[in-house]
């Protein structure tokens, strides 16, 4: 796992590269690749590499060129098809000078140009710059395991890296916000699409490759998430419950390549509890796992990942996080996330990666599971409420049905009226308005209390769900369920996984997902709906694969989600982190909240109401504006 970095000057443009610059550009990225380091400079185009060593380690440098001395690559990932690749390239003639999987990405680039990326199997970013045409080429793993962000300049210029940070350090991209992005940010976590919320600065999306050429670039989708089988099959549940099982174990098999120490995050949820169960079937020692929790009751799993580690006799070890750890660390983790950080559990998951890093260099994690399974409770509540909303928008009057809402909101405030709120009885029958906008972060209605009147003005034609709604539009699954997954496939596990990257690599730790092996998915996604979400069984292909495998209290728990008790934590002892970075008046100065909304939100949450996830959502733009767009120093930033 490595950092990756360039910047590409058309011939038209005055500008030139200063090596010194450009090397403080690259070490921006030290933390991703602490082992060594590169550097390609010719005129108009520098690329740059940070390495952590994992396969090869002796060999396998970057920037790498190819034998005729025409292409330069630098490369961040693993393709786990690395072994069968190479076997193919050499019976077809093609010598190695290493063993790493840099080269036979630079190798299949040679013989595929931008449909490279069709032939690897794991996740990558890369760069390939061509010598004699002096075009760039970047390319994306299918699922953006792997970040690569880019900005192009008005003259042309394009520069790119696996960490936005790099970007704005050449000095060529200021840091500003996007305040067009803010309705996206509010509503859905992090912004969705390509757009950042730093202007001028987008991430190439998975599954696509951007080619630039003297300062035009295109960009191409190469891959994409299809649902329809392709054939009907008949085969028994319990036959593809088998097939299952037998393509993950696979999956996981493929990404124990490391000529490395490794082990395994274990949260005691089915997901991670699976690949120890596997791994530790693959492997011959101990596998070493690593697990975090907090001193609160409500947000500590141990004793679930002690039941594991015991049934797999696994190499266990644990990490207890502090509140006064968890803020302490906070604005240092948003410097590394480059954007606010969208869930608390990034916190948590950096110590178990500080944890991890003093045993092994990689760990297999459980990401992927929920979004490709139906792992979410809120895609059974979604799908009962459409099911029971249409019928209800068909029978009833329109008059009536503005009644019972409006009953609805005159009830006093309780847990039963907020939950009745959020069903058909009080919204349309939409996905819109029963998934998207229902599980939002800060709603449509909350964000035009929340944001400063002007601000809200400029911002009325922004639709936070767009992206989401396009994407929607544009999938082949048929099924309601399906066409939600393909969603949060594309949107919330991307963030998921820049959560996964950013914390672990901060780390200097490479962590692999087995869930998400592409041709797994791919044939995931063709399963029947009744394999995946089963009455109120989530992710029922997988309970059923692992019956026999996994200790029956780790299959018959419920979803926690790596808890974290910042509401409890922002209610009481801690209420002086929201004082400064929410209430401030260096915080309510930007004028993007209407300063009375935020005050209101704050005390209804101090009164007992729960609004954890919003005050978590505005405590981190706030640190973010500090750290990333001002330049405070995050190690200057005290919380409490």
Known sequence: MCGICGIVIPDSSSRSIDDSAFTRLRDTLAHRGPDGFGTFIEPGVALGHRRLSIVDVSHGQQPMTSADDALVLVYNGEVFNHPTLMAQLQQDGVRYRTHCDTETVLHVFERRGEAAPEELRGMFAYAVWDKRTRTLTLARDRFGVKPLYYALLPDGTLVFGSEMKAIVASGLVRASLREDALPDYLANHATSGEGTLLAGIKRLLPGHTLVWRDGEIRTRRYWDLRFEAKAEDTRSDAELITEYRERLREAVRLRLMADVPLGAFLSGGIDSATITALMSQLVDEPIKTFSVGFAEREANELSYARIVAKAYKTDHHEVVVTPEQFFGALPTLVWHEDEPLAHPSSVALNFVSRLAAERVKVVLTGEGSDETLAGYGRYKKTILNMRLGGAYQSATPAPLRSLVRSGLEALPASRTRQRALRTFLARPATLEALYLDNFAVFSREQQ??????????????????????????????????????????????????????????????????????????????????????????????????????????????????????????LRGPYRAVVDELVLSPRALERRLFDPESIRALVRRHQAGEDHAERLWSLVNLEIWHRVVVEGEPAESLRLL
């Open 448 to 569: 035009a209390g929340l944001l400063a009147p002007t601000l809200r003005a400029r911002l009325a034609s922004e639709d936070p769900y767009a992206t989401a709604m396009a994407l929607m539009a544009g999938s082949d699954a048929r099924s309601l369920l399906d066409r939600l997954l393909y969603v949060d496939t594309k949107t919330y596990l991307h963030e998921l996984l820049m959560k996964q990257d950013q914390m672990s690599m901060a780390a200097s730790i490479e962590s692999r997902v087995p869930f998400l092996d592409h041709p797994l998915v791919e044939w995931t996604a063709t399963l029947p709906e009744r394999l995946k979400l089963r009455g109120g069984t989530t992710k029922f292909i997988l309970r059923e694969a692992m019956r026999d495998v996994l200790p029956p209290e780790i299959l018959s728990r419920g979803k926690m989600g790596f808890p974290v008790p910042i509401g409890s934590w």
